[in-house]
């Protein structure tokens, strides 16, 4: 673009499109994200400051201005891209080899990382995760298999957890109908998961960077981290819960929002013929058809999609506009922003309605309880043990006697800078807030911003004034937006050659490095190593007594269930001092009724819960035929076994 043409945007009151521009030049126009210099500490009142570093950024004035200015300016725009074109096709640039060879080897690069990283991921999810499950992980299929059992979307004879209706669990419905209730179903249907989370993070990543390279970089960089533990292991890739849907749910809807803005763009390009323009109109009402839709969807989720997901997304695209100064809170542009916002709200709103009308008074308590406050006499001691929950969750392990300079050490050392660098890069993200331009990509980094501390702040909520404080894992979506914006942070400080680039690069080393330890990690994972798992033993055990229906607690109940492929039914049961008694808890009522043709019953207790069932009176009215104990790495389990259904009806 000319001079002339430059001037003619800038007259129209449109923003000019930004260009991911590597020159000397462009890189000293960036502006100064973090500078050192004392002139840099005379102007820190600008530090955080919400609006844009841009001469033509004024873009609520040009919402009134902009019929007649483009009607004065239009000659001269055309004269000057004419000018311009012939000035290129005389003077057309020579290619660049070593330009041509970086992006080759850019795009070599990143492919061969996302594709490792991916394929570990999978490998995890279809072979290794199986030495790693347990009853926590059977939920999502259970409460499809809830579904296939009713023939309609909620059980009434089930008693949920929580309720998901727009979730993995939908998905894995057909899914039990083709393979059965069983590991099968459960493998494909994460696998599902696995694909919509890494293509849409890859699209999603890709609006904002402006290339596919570090697009996958990003994406293959996320994926490493959600191995770093066995407990985000399990929360991304063992199964399916509402805090990594609320990680989906944002990248789908930025990548729709950032669709919708490129297709209100184009609309606004001179010289459109009159059939462009309608397809431009079709291709945008299209796009916001779809993410209304999905924002319907996700408002079936409950009261964990909207403060996860909803008011997240919606919040942030109205705080983007709303805290600039330089928007008019009275135009049209600021009408659009705010219809869209409310629109958008009312649609999950009439999602939540939908969903309540399903469930017809039905209750998920564990859902309900994450909700409530705890005695804020507690809210100190949650506040103290947030840090170390975090470094937790994010792979520091407690190596008391291990040297630093072993290789375990060196590990540790190595999560301790990755678990504190997700934490404070977006923090570094928020200060570089006016320093995203007035471009899509700013407008989607300044989106990022938002999401993330609004999602920050619902957790903490939770977290120190509520009940989340009892299992680190609960900040799993803290983890999932601090990747995203930190990653996002790295990849456009370095496009824009940004004088934080270097700084951001070097500091998300150790974050790089934590990803491919992790990786290693499960790549070192033995395919059988589901043969050490206890509850894969416990079947075999039953296998071994020829006993394929009975009861036991619940972590040894549902997990065995489906590790045999619904071949060994074991259902969960509560066990005291006072007898034994059915558990309300991812249960249907239908699975304790007794089978005419089932000829023996077993109750699979641990020692401890067999020293409090045979002080009982249930057992001295009722005991087995006959008695049979093991023990399995190294826990001692005893197997009661009765020619009736206890718990029949």
């Known amino acids: 673009m000319d001079d002339n043409t430059k001037n003619t945007s800038a007259d129209s009151g449109e923003s000019p499109e930004e260009v991911l521009d590597f020159t000397e030049e462009a890189a000293e126009n960036t502006g100064e994200v973090l500078d050192f210099t004392e002139e840099a500490a005379e102007n820190t009142g600008e530090v955080l400051d919400f609006t844009e570093e841009t001469a033509d950024g004024n873009e609520a004035a040009a919402d009134e201005e902009k019929a007649d200015e483009t009607a004065q300016d239009a000659p001269e725009a055309e004269t000057s891209a004419e000018t311009a074109a012939e000035e290129k096709e005389v003077t057309a640039p020579k290619k660049d080899p070593a330009k041509i060879i970086g992006r080759i080897a850019a795009w070599l690069v990143s492919a061969v990382l996302l594709i490792f990283v991916a394929g570990v991921t999978v490998y995890y999810i279809t072979t290794a995760s199986k030495a790693e499950f347990h009853a926590d992980c059977t939920d999502t299929i259970t409460w499809a298999e809830a579904s296939v059992e009713s023939g309609h979307l909620y059980n009434e004879d089930f008693t949920y957890a929580c309720f998901l209706p727009f979730s993995t669990s939908t998905l894995m419905i057909p899914l039990i109908h083709i393979f059965g209730f069983g590991m099968t179903a459960h493998i494909v249907g994460m696998t599902c998961f696995f694909v919509l989370l890494t293509v849409f993070m890859i699209l999603m990543m890709r609006e904002i960077t402006g290339s596919f390279p570090p697009a996958m970089a990003g994406t293959a960089i996320f994926l490493s981290i959600t191995l770093a533990t066995k407990k985000l292991r399990e929360i991304f890739w063992g199964h399916t819960i509402y805090y990594s849907l609320g990680i989906l749910f944002l990248v789908i809807g930025v990548y729709l929002f950032s669709r919708l803005i490129t297709a209100r763009s184009a609309r606004k390009k001179p010289n459109k013929e009159k059939k462009s323009k309608v397809g431009i109109f079709i291709h945008t009402a299209l796009i916001f058809i779809i993410l209304s839709a999905f924002m319907f969807l996700t408002g079936m989720d409950g009261i964990t999609g909207f403060t996860l997901f909803t008011l997240p997304f919606v919040g942030a695209i109205f705080a983007e506009y709303l805290v600039n100064p330089k928007h008019r809170l009275f135009s049209i542009r600021s009408l659009r922003v705010t219809f869209v916002s409310l629109f958008f709200l009312v649609m999950s709103i009439l999602g939540n309605a939908l969903n309540n009308e399903l469930l017809d008074g039905m209750k998920a308590g564990y859902q309900d309880a ?78 990022w911003v938002w999401m993330h501390w609004a999602v920050t702040a619902v957790v903490m909520m939770g977290y120190v004034c509520g009940i989340l404080s009892v299992a680190d894992w609960r900040l799993t979506p803290v983890v999932g937006t601090s990747l995203i914006l930190s990653i996002s942070f790295v ?93 309300g808890y991812q249960s249907s009522k239908k699975w304790y009724e007794t089978d005419p043709e089932q000829e023996e019953y077993f109750i699979l207790l641990t020692d401890y819960e067999f020293s409090q069932y045979s002080a009982s009176d249930d057992y001295k009215n009722d005991p087995p035929k006959r008695l049979t104990d093991t023990v399995i790495n190294n826990v001692g389990y005893n197997l009661l076994v009765y020619d009736h259904n206890m718990f029949g009806t």
Request: proline share 2%; glycine share 6%.
């Open 370 to 447: 994450n909700s409530e406050f705890s005695d804020y006499n507690t809210w100190h001691g949650h506040l103290q043990g947030l840090p170390l929950a975090w470094m937790k969750l994010l792979g520091v392990q407690n190596l008391p006697d291990v040297m630093f300079t072993k290789e375990k050490g060196v590990k540790n050392i190595i999560f301790i800078a990755a678990s504190i660098l997700i934490a404070v890069l977006p923090i570094v993200a928020t200060f570089c807030y006016k320093k995203y331009g007035t471009d899509k990509k700013g407008r989607l980094m300044r989106m």
């Open 491 to 583: 990849f456009w400080a370095v496009s824009r050659k940004a004088d934080v680039a270097r700084i951001a690069v070097i500091l998300f080393i150790p974050v790089f490095a934590a990803g491919m330890i992790s990786c290693d990690e499960v790549r070192k994972m033995k395919k059988d190593g589901y043969k050490q798992n206890t509850q894969y033993k416990l079947a075999e055990f039953l296998r071994e007594q020829n006993l394929d229906r009975g009861y036991a607690t619940f972590w040894n109940s549902h997990a065995i269930t489906l590790l045999t492929d619904n071949k060994i039914k074991v259902y969960d049961i509560n066990i005291s001092d006072s007898g034994a008694y059915i558990r």
